[in-house]
């Protein structure tokens, strides 16, 4: 009798264990939204570089998405659903939601692309020399998961002179009313 006792306690006990895990670990999934869930490298927190094959990305992204971040594609002009669009907030890399820039550095443009005179901070991209197509532009890359992003150019607006053309379907918007983490609610911009 006192043997089932303690180990009736003891299967208790466990079952308490297994129930506290199983618990904890639903409240966590449904925390995660749609996008991390398909796609467990994004976050807009975690500034940790990223090195993830093409082949694994492949599988991750949209086909859209991937040709322009992977394959350097470029979307039509005026047709990417952020070149005339001035919502307030933030715009993160749509391949693994690095934060790349605020809305208040975005200006009307005539090319029909996205264009930012500053990113959000250093170390948001990086750039490399593109000589391709005949001619000699910098590629703009996102600086967590090096995805393509588009190009640089010096016909800006100040206080930069910089125009970051953009293509749209490689960016994430998320509206400041949106946004837990837009600047005002928490240390940084
Ligand atoms: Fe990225």
Redesign the pocket.
């Given at each position: 009798m006192k043997a089932i006792t303690a180990r009736t306690i003891f299967a208790l006990a466990i079952a308490s264990i297994a129930a506290i895990n199983c618990s904890s670990s639903s409240k966590a999934d449904s925390m995660k939204d749609a996008k991390q869930t398909q796609n467990p490298y994004y976050s807009q927190t975690d500034t940790t570089k990223l090195n993830v094959p093409d082949a694994t990305w492949k599988k991750i992204l949209p086909a859209d998405v991937y040709a322009v971040a992977r394959e350097k594609d470029t979307e039509y002009a005026f047709t990417g659903k952020y070149w005339n669009f001035e919502g307030l907030g933030t715009y993160y890399?749509a391949?693994?939601g690095?934060k790349l820039f605020r809305s208040d550095s975005k200006f009307a443009s005539s090319c029909g692309w996205p264009s930012f005179f500053e990113t959000s901070r250093p170390g948001a991209a990086i750039y490399v020399s593109d000589k391709s197509h005949g001619m000699d532009r910098t590629e703009v890359l996102?600086g967590?998961?090096g995805?393509h992003l588009g190009h640089l150019f010096d016909d800006g607006p100040p206080p930069t002179g910089k125009r970051y053309c953009m293509n749209s379907i490689v960016l994430d918007f998320v509206p400041d009313a949106k946004n837990p983490l837009a600047p005002g609610l928490t240390p940084g911009k």
């Amino acid at each position: 009798m006192k043997a089932i006792t303690a180990r009736t306690i003891f299967a208790l006990a466990i079952a308490s264990i297994a129930a506290i895990n199983c618990s904890s670990s639903s409240k966590a999934d449904s925390m995660k939204d749609a996008k991390q869930t398909q796609n467990p490298y994004y976050s807009q927190t975690d500034t940790t570089k990223l090195n993830v094959p093409d082949a694994t990305w492949k599988k991750i992204l949209p086909a859209d998405v991937y040709a322009v971040a992977r394959e350097k594609d470029t979307e039509y002009a005026f047709t990417g659903k952020y070149w005339n669009f001035e919502g307030l907030g933030t715009y993160y890399c749509a391949v693994c939601g690095n934060k790349l820039f605020r809305s208040d550095s975005k200006f009307a443009s005539s090319c029909g692309w996205p264009s930012f005179f500053e990113t959000s901070r250093p170390g948001a991209a990086i750039y490399v020399s593109d000589k391709s197509h005949g001619m000699d532009r910098t590629e703009v890359l996102c600086g967590r998961c090096g995805s393509h992003l588009g190009h640089l150019f010096d016909d800006g607006p100040p206080p930069t002179g910089k125009r970051y053309c953009m293509n749209s379907i490689v960016l994430d918007f998320v509206p400041d009313a949106k946004n837990p983490l837009a600047p005002g609610l928490t240390p940084g911009k």
